[in-house]
């Protein structure tokens, strides 16, 4: 009946709107509804290496090349595992799936952050993953020291409900999620292989608010991951074993406490 409901308030929706963008905000309404069926909110964040890029593409401005097969890989794991999964991608908010203005970027991000509210509303686990910077001098941070990426886990302490802080407890010091992909040769970021590293965060602050819990997981320095295994393929091989047992804590997390 649930989802009987959710169906026809799309459908009536959907109808509401002009010939010109009613594909696109039946997307956009359909991801929204269906966040009260899913259990884990897999998020890439950044744009596409062939979109605008304002500040938005990760890692040398191609950081969805390594997310995108990461978080498909995971997405098995979780479905497998009897879980119902959504992959939320900011190109998808918008009409032909093409950001290429600064207009359709904001509309574009906006309607991303409609889908993490509805999945806060919803009590779903929200995981975004990452690959990280490689190495970035103090200089051109204006800091006091050098950025070495690598991985960890990011949590926005303006967001963090009480299931945000167990789940990165659980990912980073009872599942051991980063000394698994260290054991691959991926470095993980100096300081923090059994601690949170706070940052702000627009998709965090948002999503941190869950009951169902939300993290950012950094898989690694991607430069390093070329480096060490050559292409996106081998990478996501060898970080599988890592992926196997988040899966499996996501699963057991969301299980009824």
Known sequence: MKFFLTAIIIVLTSGCVSNDSKDTLAAHERAVAMMSNVDV???SDHTLPTHLNLSSGGADGKERLFI??????LNSKLTEQGLNTYILNVEDMVKDGIIDSKLVFDEAYSRYDDVLKAAVNADVTILAVHYDANFVPAHQLNAKSDYIGGAHVILDERATSEQTLALANLIINEANIISLLAQTGLRVRPGYDKKIR???NLTLNIAG???GGAALL???AQTQATELFG???NTIRAIDPALER???VLTDF???R
Do not use: C, F, M, N
Request: no cysteine.
């Open 198 to 200: 706070y940052q702000a």
């Open 209 to 211: 608010h869950s009951r």
């Open 231 to 233: 292409s996106v393929e």
């Open 246 to 248: 988040l899966a499996k």
């Open 254 to 256: 969301r299980k009824p």
């Open 68 to 73: 995108d097969p990461t978080i498909s890989s």
């Open 41 to 43: 909110l897999l998020v």
């Open 218 to 220: 950094e898989i690694g």
